[in-house]
């Protein structure tokens, strides 16, 4: 009775296997991700000042029912609200100042109302930011100040978009 015995010069080599691990973590891009559509949330004020209203609406999105507690969501409206009322007015001042000297100044008094625009949007998407990191990541929401076309014509304006962070499925392991 003879017994083969693998060649020992084959016994020290690698062979590659199938991508197996490679083809799992292709695929894992290619799962669904369970994300509704993004809440937006449009200006409701009556003066716009570079397509950034100066308020947005408290009321609770029936949407959001069971992500957030509708004073939760009041709450970080009326901040951001807040923010708007008190830095708004000062911006609407500088544009009336800047059109009436546009002429004599070559466009050059409009920057005013532009860093001013930009600040203000800055120092929201700032508290946002906290918002986000104090609350609505652990809930699973995301809120961030968006340009977006109007629905009505070409011009832009800024929304809240409240997006829904994605649940991945976790029955597949590590």
Not at 23 to 43: I, N, T, W
Not at 54 to 83: H, I, M, Q, W, Y
Request: glycine share 4%; with cysteine.
């Amino acid at each position: 009775m003879s017994v083969l015995l693998p060649n020992m010069a084959d016994f020290d080599t690698i062979y590659e296997l199938e991508d197996e691990e490679d083809e799992r973590v292709a695929s894992e891009d290619h799962l669904p991700k369970y994300c509704p559509e993004p809440v937006v949330m449009r200006g409701a004020g009556h003066i716009t000042v570079f397509g950034l209203s100066n308020r947005f609406d408290t009321e609770f999105p029936s949407v959001l029912t069971g992500k957030v507690a509708p004073e939760e969501f009041k709450t970080t409206v009326s901040r951001v609200n807040a923010c708007l009322k008190k830095n708004l007015p000062v911006n609407v001042k500088w544009l009336l100042c800047g059109c009436l000297c546009c002429c004599c100044t070559v466009g050059c008094s409009l920057w005013p109302v532009i860093c001013l625009n930009k600040r203000t949007r800055r120092s929201i998407y700032k508290l946002l930011e906290w918002e986000n990191n104090r609350l609505y990541h652990k809930l699973g929401l995301h809120w961030k100040l968006s340009k977006r076309k109007c629905e009505s014509s070409n011009m832009m304006e800024y929304v809240i978009l409240i997006d829904f962070l994605p649940k991945y499925p976790i029955f597949r392991p590590d």
